[in-house]
């Protein structure tokens, strides 16, 4: 008791003189709300250091697409994959869902309305950017070069990011001012004209080129080579095809970059190599190094159903059979029997028996597995897609656990194999011998025989499809070309499996719809893409 | 193990508990006083009164039929006899049996009722408070404190909202005024706001009070705007030590309204799904089926998931409270133990509770109050989901020699069984609460007194989470997954308040109250996850060789400074006013926003003192009731008008780099109070010598200023912001009855009645209009002007359509027979009907009303209590019938609610026909009606005849049985209608228990 009394008298002190100081004191600073665990964003936009963390944020933020958002993993970065006629799709999910065009198509789907995680990271990207780049010039720098670095960095992030949305939503609102709360309900109600979009895309890679460095310590930064890149995309979108030559060749003569020597590196380990442009950066395990993504489990089929056959990592890893070759994808390899693209380099095509304990009469291990016919009756046709479709390893964790569905390693985005092919269609008409040269770079290097006539669309579009499928580009290339409704009515899925996108393309669906709740927030007259009701 | 422990320390806190109670008892020259008791307006007599011998602590209490025997000291003269309801005397001991009638109360109403910062006569309540019976609420054997106060007041609404074990409940009162605010009450325990209402062992209340009108609330104004519960603890009493144990066991079983499919049903299903999808023709069973499902069809072992994953399970309580004092000195204090196993293996909870108030005095002047609260608990929760409606029977959950089997559905699939990933993980938080209450009072002068109340409030929890190298997610090369994560929170709180009532005369009453507060709450968390582990064998404490992810810190702090006035006035105890003021600065408002000014009037008129009244022999009570004024709300996370920046690391060629920048939620520097405006209306009435008394009342409130996560665009580049805009109003009508129909010697009725009503609507939102100048509404957020905050904005189920349909010139022109057919309410162009935006109607998801009626029964020693409680037109969506995920879409992958779907020779105008892929307008069928009648507590006990007692030794002893949610009847179908058929489900449970006195 007597310590209770105590107690309260110590108690009653303290309290008393702190009411006293209370009230004689002002409570504003009483008051103050603290950031007592978190870093506030005014230090981000006011200091040389916090502009450095901002820009790698940026990096962050792209990568969130593949890693996070409303659909499971298996959706978030291959949609743009699903949607191109290479595909088909298998196993129901997601993926396949996009690619027969069951979403994608109408607004209301749920699939549909959830492509709405790809408008938002890339305009949360946009508006990281803009405020970086705003910011810039009101923050002292230790020097000229970090800031034309950080900067570039920056506006490489809002080209990409711009011309990523604009390639996908078609009615895209371009802005260079940062949100704040003062304008941040402030409603478009107007898309921007081609000329505002391209303006801008030109003017931030023509400063990223002149701003970065060819090559970068930090591998997974913007160069400048990866800027004369992305430029040379812009360029031959815009149907520019001398300017698109002129940024391909700036990277294609520069001795920092050549193609590597055999298809079997390009994808192999980290991706740290000198036809890499642009690579997203992940690792296992390390702080910063990101999520795990579910994209070889969507690409590879269920080999190991198969008795002898078991989950290695030379079969490819762990698959579902959702999004794998499709027919179009698999014969346009097929031409030439020497490509070795399709020979467990970029593509798997035959799976080898590796389970000593459980194998077939007759069969060692190393023997290709005894495939069901593609072109038998439907339950050995679907035996053929569920668990010995060739798939693609481009995505695939060659240090990883093959019984695990889930992967993380790096992802290339762009690589100089593209910056070829650009080339090599922005010379087609201007220099043929040159625009062959570039096209039979990339063919010899897969072994496959060079082709001797000149470069034509086709033949453009068949090496693009062999070289670069489910890299992300196809997509928007059939849709740059005007090929995308003549295309998928053709080709999409196979002839006798899930071809459903061959009956519901439309031409209008070349153009994602902009999400219903995305439309909303932008104004009572912001306009729905062509096609789709409002 | 753990329970000895619990014992242990149970052990060493009782002897502590009885150092403290040091009180003597002499021996005197003693003398036997006999007597009955009896009701003076029936003669009947009144068991159970206390017969006290004056001035000692000695007394008794009279039996079944009146009867006392009371020994008192040679040279006792007086006695006082006491009952509840009725007015208490004082007599003088006479050596002949004496007889003693007590008059009845008239005035029943003065119970002593706790108001914030004080207790005032019932009588004399401005404001609407609304006192729980105790008695009845603690019948529901749980530790979910809220779940007691379901159906024991109007305008009381309580949401289950985890029913596992150690699990919560939501309170709402009065309506949802606030969109993303909070919408929880503010809990009050012996003048002490608590964070978690279950942090108060129930056998320690002693009562329970709800401020539902502005006027009660505004006295704790900045965190009352969702009304207020007053909890008031058990305290010591002067007179002789009392000891009350009391234990009790429930087996808790499971009840459903639904049937899921079997192995044999589900098969089919998925044939009738294939079948759709492939044009009406069925296809091959070993082209639909895996070989480990086509074996289970074969042979006829089908998997019944519920049966093998639940199981009943059981609840013990035991509670042990020791109480008494002196003239100085008084103390109670209690110690009680729970236990409860969950429905599911692995998921349990149990909590010891230490409980001691003391009060001691000091000099006539001073005195002091210290109120400890400590508490133990364990928590464990099952591991991942426990989806075992969705799971197929196809399968095979355990081998040949009954050992559980990883991969049901065979070894080259990849989901997991259920049971193994229960098996092969742990996940259990402990959490230790600490309350520290020291209260001191200062008597200044008879009118004038000051009160400093402290309180420090510590609650540290730890989890660990373990999931072992054969779980789904510690397997492969993971070696082990384990997640450790403490949360402490600190709560510190200091009071002064001064309370001043001079004295006037006769006719006016005046009570002044001023009251200074400072609050300061602050949550610190932890969390990191590691893998890596060289064996299970120490679970979670074991050393990992790799973090997972990126350790995560967050440190919040919030504060409150608060100061507050109320005037009582009292005008010749007919007119009753209250003026209360009070201005509150809370941090995690903007700079210049911090503070917040509510005041608010009350006034009350007891008619039943008017000459108009006074000698009414039909109404004995009739008062009057009006309050009008503001309470605010803060309850926000703080941070919100500050720019954060998240967290963003990145590696460079496998070179961690830290990266930042702002996320999900823009900073709005202008952000401020949310303000709740309520009028409220009522009348309290006693009729028929207050058998029947009552209240009656209506209350309209409106919060402005909502402070509401408003979406941003996606072309912001933010989610969200948090914004103050618009307006809700809620407007209720509230009737509480009690009638005591029957009482005579043998037997007593009386029955209680509460219904409640609640409209919620939002007036406006952010003012902006469109091209024809309507206001706009917040479709993303679904919120409709007009309309309340909690709707289901859907399509309207028609039927399914069937053969001979005219499909083709419908609006679902793509339809095929056997999918779901929605009604078309109306057409942009009647060209061109189609189903859109405008054939969805907004349905509102609260009831239209609710209530519960108890009645109680008591025949000699035997009470029957039984409570029902209704929910009258309330819908809710379930997932179970209306989502593919949940198994609603019959695609044949999921399982789920059996029912009787469309085929074309069976064709069903209730379900759709099975299909790959899901019906379009599925959800339509997942809005239901969630209404429901619920026994939610039978019980029935006997008190032994003071015979018994005398020869037994003790001072009272009952005996009881209770169920609990025994029988209910609803639509809605799940395990019971609260919850979804997914989550944990809710139980029916059977009690019995005994209560000892001593």
């Not at chain 1, 050995?380 to 240090?399: A, H, T, V």
Request: charged share 25%.
């Amino acid at each position: 008791m007597k310590n209770i009394k105590k107690l309260l008298k110590i108690r009653y002190a303290t309290v008393f003189m702190f009411a006293l100081f209370m009230t004689v004191s002002s409570c504003e600073e009483y008051l103050q709300d603290e950031l007592l665990s978190d870093i506030s964003v005014d230090f981000l936009y006011s200091s040389q250091e916090g502009l450095e963390n901002a820009v790698v944020g940026l990096y962050t933020i792209n990568r969130d697409i593949y890693t996070k958002g409303p659909l499971e993993n298996d959706a978030l970065a291959l949609v743009p994959q699903a949607r191109s006629e290479l595909v088909l799709g298998f196993t129901s999910g997601h993926l396949s869902f996009f690619a027969r065009l069951g979403w994608g198509v109408l607004q209301t789907s749920f699939g549909t309305r959830r492509t709405d995680h790809y408008w938002q990271n890339y305009y949360r990207l946009i508006d990281r950017s803009n405020a970086i780049i705003a910011a810039a010039d009101n923050v002292e720098f230790s020097d000229e070069a970090t800031k034309k670095r950080i900067v570039g960095e920056a506006k490489c992030w809002r080209a990409h990011a711009y011309f990523t949305l604009y390639r996908m939503f078609n009615n895209i609102f371009v802005t260079t001012t940062p949100t704040t709360p003062e304008n941040a309900f402030d409603k478009p109600n107007d898309k921007s004209s081609e000329a505002e979009i391209f303006g801008l895309l030109n003017s931030d890679l023509d400063d990223a080129i002149a701003s970065l460095d060819w090559t970068t310590n930090q591998f997974g930064r913007w160069t400048k080579a990866s800027a004369h890149h992305l430029k040379a995309k812009v360029a031959i979108w815009e149907k520019k095809p001398d300017i698109a030559a002129i940024h391909a060749d700036a990277v294609i003569n520069n001795s920092n970059y050549e193609l590597v020597p055999n298809t079997s590196i390009v994808f192999d380990g980290d991706l740290n190599h000198t036809e890499s442009l642009f690579v997203v950066q992940f690792e296992e395990d390390a702080i910063g190094g990101g999520d795990r993504n579910l994209m070889n489990f969507a690409l590879l089929p269920r080999y190991n159903d198969v008795d002898g056959v078991k989950l290695s990592i030379e079969n490819g890893g762990r698959g579902l059979s959702t999004l794998v070759m499709n027919e179009y994808l698999r014969n346009l390899l097929k031409e030439d029997p020497n490509d070795d693209r399709d020979d467990g380099n970029y593509y798997i095509t035959t799976y080898r028996y590796n389970d000593v304990d459980n194998l077939p009469p007759g069969k060692n291990v190393g023997d290709p597995v005894d495939s069901p016919s593609e072109f038998g009756p439907t339950k050995e046709r679907n035996e053929f897609y569920r668990n010995l479709n060739p798939g693609c390893i481009k995505f695939r964790q060659e240090d990883g656990d093959p019984t695990q569905a889930s992967m993380i390693s790096n992802i290339m985005v762009y690589r100089l194999a593209e910056t070829y092919l650009i080339a090599a269609e922005a010379y087609m008409l201007t220099n043929p011998g040159k625009s062959l040269g570039y096209l039979n770079a990339i063919r010899t290097r897969a072994k496959a025989a060079p082709r001797t006539a000149a470069v034509d669309m086709q033949a453009i579009m068949d090496e693009r499809a062999r070289e670069l499928a489910f890299e992300g580009q196809r997509f928007y290339f059939i849709k740059r070309i005007g090929k995308y409704f003549e295309q998928i009515k053709n080709y999409a899925g196979n002839d006798k499996s899930n071809n459903q996108a061959r009956s519901r393309v439309e031409p209008h669906l070349e153009n994602w719809p902009i999400p219903i709740a995305e439309l909303l927030l932008l104004g009572p007259d912001y306009p729905q893409n062509d096609g789709y009701p409002e | 193990m753990k329970v000895k422990q619990h014992y242990q320390k149970m052990k060493v806190v009782f002897s502590l508990l009885f150092l403290f109670l040091s009180i003597t008892v002499m021996a005197q020259s003693q003398k036997t006083v006999t007597g009955t008791v009896l009701s003076a307006a029936d003669n009947m007599p009144l068991p159970g009164a206390t017969v006290i011998e004056k001035g000692t602590t000695n007394g008794t209490s009279t039996d079944f039929d009146g009867n006392f025997s009371l020994t008192v000291n040679s040279g006792a003269t007086t006695l006082i006899v006491s009952y509840i309801g009725y007015v208490t005397q004082e007599l003088a001991i006479s050596s002949a049996p004496m007889t003693v009638l007590l008059k009845v109360d008239e005035n029943v109403l003065d119970e002593v009722v706790v108001v914030g910062y004080g207790s005032i006569k019932k009588s004399d309540v401005v404001g609407s408070v609304a006192s729980v019976d105790v008695e009845e609420a603690v019948a529901i054997p749980t530790t979910n404190v809220s779940e007691m106060l379901r159906g024991r007041a109007a305008g009381v609404q309580v949401n289950l909202a985890d029913a596992r074990p150690g699990g919560s409940s939501n309170i709402i009162i009065r309506g949802k005024a606030s969109l993303d605010a909070g919408n929880d009450p503010l809990i009050i325990v012996d003048g002490i706001p608590y964070d978690s209402i279950n942090d108060v062992a129930p056998e320690d209340i002693t009562s329970i009070e709800i401020l539902k009108d502005a006027s009660s609330q505004a006295i704790y104004g900045s965190r009352a705007s969702n009304g207020v519960i007053l909890i008031t603890t058990k305290r010591g009493k002067e007179g002789k030590i009392n000891v009350n144990y009391h234990g009790y066991t429930t087996v808790q079983t499971l009840t459903r309204n639904f049937e899921i499919y079997d192995g044999a049903e589900f098969a089919q299903l998925r044939r009738e799904a294939q079948r759709t999808g492939n044009n009406n023709v069925y296809l091959d069973d070993d082209v639909i089926f895996e070989p480990l499902e086509l074996e289970s069809i074969q042979t006829g072992n089908y998997t019944d998931w519920e049966d093998i994953v639940l199981r009943d399970a059981l609840l013990t309580s035991h509670s042990l409270n020791v109480s008494g004092g002196g003239e100085n000195t008084k103390v109670f204090s209690s110690i009680s133990y729970f236990t409860q196993d969950g429905l599911i293996p692995s998921s349990g909870f149990d909590r010891g509770t230490f409980r001691t108030n003391i009060d001691q005095k000091i000099t006539d002047k001073f005195s002091v109050q210290a109120n400890i609260n400590f508490q133990t608990s364990n928590q464990d929760r099952e591991s991942n989901n426990i989806d075992f409606i969705n799971i197929s029977p196809l399968a095979k959950a355990f081998d040949d020699n009954g050992d559980l089997l990883q991969l049901p559905f065979g070894p080259t699939t990849t989901r997991f069984n259920p049971l193994w990933n229960i098996r092969e993980s742990v996940n259990e938080i402990k959490t230790r609460l600490t309350d520290i209450n020291l209260v001191g009072n200062y008597q200044i002068t008879s009118a004038l007194s000051y009160k400093l109340n402290t309180f420090l409030r510590h609650r540290n929890a730890d989890q660990g989470i373990y999931r072992t190298r054969l779980h789904s997610s510690g397997d492969g090369d993971v070696n082990g997954l384990a997640t450790l994560g403490t949360k402490n929170y600190r709560e510190q709180l200091i009071e002064n308040i001064i309370n001043y009532k001079p004295k006037i005369n006769e006719d006016h009453g005046l009570d002044f109250t001023f009251v200074h507060a400072i609050n300061e709450r602050r949550t610190e968390e932890t969390e990191i996850t590691k893998s890596g582990f060289a064996n299970d064998a120490l679970s979670f404490n074991g050393d990992a060789t790799a973090v997972v992810g990126e350790p995560t810190r967050d440190v919040e702090e919030r504060k409150l400074v608060s100061f507050m006035g109320r005037v009582r006035y009292n005008l010749l105890d007919k007119y009753l006013f209250t003026l209360t003021a009070r201005a509150d600065g809370s941090t995690v408002f903007a700079e210049n926003n911090k503070w917040g000014y509510f005041p608010a009037a009350a006034f009350a008129w007891k008619m039943h003192e008017e000459s108009f009244l006074k000698d009414s022999q039909v109404i004995n009570q009739m008062k009057f009731r009006l309050s009008y004024g503001d309470t605010g709300n803060e309850g926000i996370d703080p941070r919100q008008s500050l720019g954060v920046a998240g967290a963003l690391p990145y590696v460079f060629g496998g070179v961690s780099t830290g990266g930042f920048a702002g996320i999900e939620r823009l900073p709005n520097p202008n952000l401020k109070w949310e303000t709740t405006r309520a009028l409220n209306v009522g009348l309290d009435f006693g009729v028929i010598k207050n058998r029947l008394t009552g209240t009656l009342e209506y209350y309209k409130t409106n919060t402005t200023d909502l402070l509401f996560d408003r979406d941003l665009s996606g072309t912001s580049g933010y989610t969200v912001t948090r914004f103050n805009i618009g307006e809700v109003e809620n407007r209720g009508f509230e009737v509480s009855l009690n009638a005591k129909i029957i009482r005579n010697e043998d037997f007593r009725w009386t029955v209680g009645v509460n219904w409640s009503t609640n409209s919620n609507e939002i007036l406006s939102l952010d003012g902006t209009l469109d091209q024809d100048g309507n206001p706009i509404d917040f479709v993303n957020d679904g919120l409709f002007i007009g309309e309340s905050i909690d709707i289901i904005r859907t399509q309207i189920f028609d039927g399914i359509w069937q053969e001979g349909d005219d499909i083709a010139n419908s609006a679902q022109p793509d339809a095929m027979p056997g999918e779901i057919r929605v009604v078309n309410i109306t057409d942009e162009d009647p060209e061109v009907p189609n189903i859109g935006q405008e054939d969805l109607i907004i349905i509102d998801q609260n009831p239209d009303w609710y209530g519960s009626i108890n009645t109680t029964f008591e025949y000699k020693g035997f009470e029957l209590f039984a409570d029902v409680y209704i929910d009258h037109g309330s819908t809710r969506f379930n997932p179970y019938q209306g989502e593919s995920n949940s198994g609603a879409g019959l695609q044949g992958n999921a399982n789920g609610i059996k029912v009787d779907y469309y085929t074309p020779e069976n064709p069903s105008n209730q379900f759709p026909r099975p299909n790959v892929t899901a019906d379009p307008f599925l959800r339509v069928l997942g809005v239901a009606d969630a209404s429901y009648v619920r026994l939610r507590t039978l019980s029935l006990g006997y008190s032994f005849s003071s015979d018994v007692l005398t020869r037994l030794g003790l001072r009272s002893l009952n005996v009881y049985a209770t169920g609990t949610n025994l029988i209910t009847s609803t639509d809605y179908k799940s395990y019971s209608p609260e919850t979804n058929p997914g989550s944990f489900p809710d139980t029916k449970g059977l009690t019995v228990g005994i209560k000892i006195g001593i």
